[in-house]
T-cell receptor, first 113, second 112 residues
């Protein structure tokens, strides 16, 4: 069965600092990987996704993620965090393009000024 | 990517009543899903809404409690039946198109 682990429940960074949110997955084949962001009281917005090809994926709002098969990881990064990035971030994995997603437990990002 | 309109955005309901949540997608999509997000928790899949047939429910969720309809490729409803305070959650619909999975803005349900 597929699973996703986000080891960090809560992260606090200063505005302007770099950010890395960790995501580890368990799946037998090449997974489809996603990062979503959820602001308070809002739905989920897709930041980026990995299906195949280049393992470094660029997303919206200056985010990127790198797929590392050897480490079963898909960590999300941003070189300089803005106060508006404060939100909940979810990593998700799916076995293909026609199946359900499994979500991690989320990482809550707090940005200090 | 597809755009999903979900309504209502929030509601406060009396226990024992039912609420129907609607999701309208701006394009035809192959698959639609319904998720529940309990307070401070991640998303849990309730069911996959199948067009023209019965929904496929995940373990722990049953049709009598969460009946789902999907009459066409752009629309689906989820009903939360005979509600109790434990049903207080955010309910989100999702659609799968060629760009991936898109989510509605969610329905925040409070049962009192």
């Amino acid at each position: 069965a597929q699973s996703v682990t986000q080891p960090d429940i809560h992260i606090t960074v200063s505005e302007g600092a770099s950010l890395e949110l960790r995501c580890n997955y368990s799946y037998g084949a090449t997974p489809y990987l996603f990062w979503y962001v959820q602001s308070p009281g809002q739905g989920l917005q897709l930041l980026l996704k990995y299906f195949s090809g280049d393992t470094l994926v660029q997303g919206i709002k200056g985010f990127e993620a790198e797929f590392k098969r050897s480490q079963s990881s898909f960590n999300l990064r941003k070189p300089s965090v803005h106060w508006s990035d404060a939100a909940e971030y979810f990593c998700a994995v799916g076995p293909g393009t026609a199946s359900k997603l499994t979500f991690g437990t989320g990482t809550r990002l707090q940005v200090t000024l | 990517s597809a755009v999903i309109s979900q309504k209502p955005s929030r509601d406060i309901c009396q226990r024992g009543t039912s609420l129907t949540i609607q999701c309208q997608v701006d394009s035809q999509v192959t698959m639609m899903f319904w998720y529940r997000q309990q307070p401070g928790q991640s998303l849990t899949l309730i069911a996959t809404a199948n067009q023209g047939s019965e929904a496929t429910y995940e373990s722990g969720f049953v049709i009598d409690k969460f009946p789902i309809s999907r009459p066409n490729l752009t629309f689906s409803t989820l009903t939360v039946s005979n509600m109790s305070p434990e049903d207080s959650s955010i309910y989100l619909c999702s659609a799968l198109d060629r760009d991936g999975y898109t989510f509605g803005s969610g329905t925040r349900l409070t049962v009192v």
